[in-house]
């Protein structure tokens, strides 16, 4: 089994920064881990409910999401972070 | 025209045919009011994305009578009078909404659509509304022996018909409007001595229009509706009711996702570049119609809670949700929020919209995606009391 570095999610509006558990299955249930409440509906990247935006970095979806994501734009219930990542989750 | 045959044969004018014969390149039409989809093909799509909001309904496909519903009788029986009235009102509005909703995209939008797999999604869509108008008639059915009192207040009752104003303008106007230009085409006509001025560019407005106010429906005013059902079930009352409800938020999620991509869509101008002029001309209306819609919903609320409230729902609580869902639905389409609530007042609404898909056990008792055909889950020891072995 490898060995994956764990990627760091930063926030855009404060100085607050949260690990990425490689076990999660989205960046929404890793940031539920941690106590930030964050506006969710179907959990399956229908919805668009947790729409937020990726000001640097890259992520990965687990599947590819049916709600319209804008440039710039994340779904947080169904993405992994690639690396890094700053987020604004207003 | 021929001067000496002043006589216009409708067939020279009607531009809508049910099957072109016109040989069309499907990836080039736009969205809305090109050609007219003449053969119902998918193996070339301009936007993939309607098929697969087709294949996601498809495989959310259930039946109100799946769920059992025959509790509810003994909770609403069991309720206060203002809480009746919360129910019933509750049930009256969602009723109105997907009656508009069961024949309004297909009557709007099939004469003007142009491409195959966004008609295909209209339909699609169109069809799963039916699916929430009889499974209202399930549920009120099963909480009253005369269904007719309800039904027929919807149409009677001034607070739901100032609702049904708001929902069915700007459909009946395209709807109105269309009729006339293809029937007519754009122009100045005399119709029942009154003028109509039909101008392609206005009907591509009221089109933008109607898709917002659609949206609107979809992403505010049902959703109003929802956190009220929910609220019931909270409390371990009206359960069934909200387990159809929360099939019914299931596809309403889908179905405002479709709405918010032919808007951004449209926005876009790579489709059809006059709609992007459109939708810059239609910005501030736009805003309007959600702020107007917000203060309709908070209006409606007032109605619902007019004789006493519930535990963990009142007037204040629903209104404050109103404000955070018009605010997330603006931004979902481009438009700048425009009131102070930021923060969910009723977070517990949320797990009554997750997707039952994304449970890890489906073969829990609780799951309505699970419950096909039963009566009764729950059995005692006591069942099995008279059995003799």
């Given at each position: ?90 | ?202 009907l591509k407005k009221l089109l933008y229009l109607t898709m917002m106010s659609v949206n609107i429906l979809e992403a505010i005013r049902f959703y109003v509706s929802f956190a009220c059902s929910f609220a019931f079930a909270e409390r371990e009352l009206m359960e069934g009711n909200a387990k159809i409800i929360r099939l019914i938020a299931r596809d309403e999620a889908l179905h405002l996702s479709g709405t918010q991509h032919i808007l951004n869509i449209m926005q876009d101008g790579k489709d059809d570049p006059e709609m992007a002029i459109v939708a810059a ?109």
């Open positions: 089994m490898t060995s994956k570095k764990t990627a760091k999610i930063h926030f855009a509006d404060n100085s607050q920064c949260v690990d990425f558990n490689t076990g999660c299955h989205s960046l929404l249930d890793c940031l539920e881990q941690q106590q930030y409440e964050i506006p969710f509906q179907c959990r399956e990247g229908y919805c668009g409910a947790c729409r937020a935006t990726l000001v640097a970095g890259q992520v990965t979806y687990n599947e590819e999401p049916l709600a319209f994501v804008r440039d710039g734009e994340v779904l947080l219930c169904c993405c992994k972070p690639d690396g890094n990542i700053t987020l604004n989750l207003k | 025209m021929n001067p000496l045959c002043p006589v216009r044969f409708l067939s020279d004018f009607m531009s809508y045919t049910t099957f072109s014969r016109n040989h069309n390149n499907q990836l080039q039409e736009p969205m809305f009011f090109g050609q007219t989809v003449n053969v119902s093909r998918y193996d070339q799509q301009k936007y993939p994305i309607f098929e697969k909001l087709i294949e996601k309904q498809l495989s959310f496909f259930w039946r109100p009578e799946e769920v059992d519903v025959s509790k509810d009788r003994l909770d609403f029986q069991a309720l206060p009078d203002h809480e009746k009235h919360i129910f019933l009102s509750n049930l009256k509005y969602q009723t109105l909404l997907d009656s508009v909703q069961g024949r309004s995209p297909n009557v709007a939008l099939l004469p003007i659509v142009s491409i195959p797999e966004l008609e295909t999604w209209i339909e699609t869509w169109a069809f799963s509304e039916t699916i929430h108008s009889r499974s209202y008639t399930h549920i009120i059915r099963n909480v009253t022996q005369a269904p007719e009192l309800i039904f027929d207040d919807i149409v009677s009752n001034n607070k739901i018909s100032e609702r049904a104003d708001a929902v069915t303008k700007y459909y009946d106007e395209l709807i109105n409007k269309v009729a006339v230009y293809n029937l007519y085409g754009e122009g100045k006509h005399e119709l029942n001595g009154e003028t109509v001025h039909i101008s392609l560019f206005e001309q239609c910005r501030d209306e736009a805003i309007k119609m959600f702020v107007d819609a917000a203060e309709q919903e908070k209006e409606w609320a007032e109605y619902l809670f007019k004789d006493g409230s519930m535990i963990g729902l009142n007037k204040d609580i629903l209104c404050q949700y109103v404000e955070y869902i018009t605010n997330g639905r603006m931004t979902a389409v481009g438009l700048p929020t425009q009131f102070k609530t930021s923060s969910n007042p009723i977070p517990w609404v949320n797990s009554w919209l997750v997707s039952d898909n994304v449970q890890i056990a489906p073969q829990e008792a609780e799951l309505s995606s699970y419950l096909v055909g039963q009566i009764d889950s729950q059995v005692n020891a006591s069942d099995f009391g008279d059995f003799d072995l």
